[in-house]
Each structure stands twice: as structure tokens, then as C-alpha cells.
């Protein structure tokens, strides 16, 4: 597989800023930004790769479309590819948030 360029999915939420759009030329049709997740295969927001054979598929399209040639002959994500890479943009602080499992 070539390196390639994914178009991040944008989050809008009222803590958001606007350094994502103006630092980061993250681009979006909201005024605010307040997450850019730049890898996702999480159903709530995929990533589209930009560039190349596969242009206008989404990440997880491309990744399952040729599991063993993307994740590898003994890949152990079969049905779901679990990592979330995304820039935050809080205006003010956060509060601390904690995701147990079961």
C-alpha cells in the first residue's frame, strides 16, 4: 500500500475554538472546530483518503476491502480497526472524563 493523505472528519461542539480552521487548515463548513479526528475508522466519522488509486474511499473501505494486504495475514481486527487519532481544540478548560470498560 502507498502513503497516503487522509481528509480528517470534523467535530462540532460548543467548547470548540478556532485554531483547527486557522493553524491547522482543517477545513470545515462550521464556524468552530473542535475536534479533527485525522484517523478514523469509527463509524460516527471515517476519514477519506485523498490521493491515489484509492481517492474518495473511506479508511475503513480501504482497509477491509484487502484485509491481508492492509492489516497483514494475521491481523487480529477483523471486523473493526480500533484507533482514534484526533487534535482537540477546547476554548476553555475540560472537564477530566474517564471511559472504563465493562
Known amino acids: 500500500m502507498y ?3 487522509l481528509k480528517p472528519t470534523t467535530k462540532n461542539y460548543i467548547w470548540g475554538g478556532t485554531r483547527l ?5 482543517i477545513e470545515s463548513e462550521d464556524a468552530i472546530v473542535a475536534e479533527a479526528w485525522m484517523l478514523s475508522c469509527n463509524p ?10 484509492l481517492a474518495g474511499m473511506t479508511l ?3 482497509l477491509f476491502s484487502e484485509l491481508e494486504n ?8 477483523t471486523t473493526f480497526f480500533p484507533i482514534l487519532i ?11 472524563q474517564v471511559h472504563p470498560g465493562n
Do not use: Q, W, Y
Not at 480552521?21 to 487548515?25: G, L, Q, R, V
Not at 492492509?70 to 481486527?77: D, E, K, P, V
Open 3 to 5: 502513503p497516503i493523505l
Open 70 to 77: 492492509t492489516l497483514g495475514r494475521n491481523n487480529a481486527f
Open 21 to 25: 480552521k486557522s493553524e491547522f487548515s
Open 44 to 53: 460516527a466519522g471515517t476519514s477519506t483518503i485523498m490521493n491515489g488509486p
Open 86 to 96: 484526533k487534535f482537540i481544540d477546547a476554548r476553555s478548560d475540560l472537564s477530566i
Open 60 to 62: 475503513a473501505d480501504a
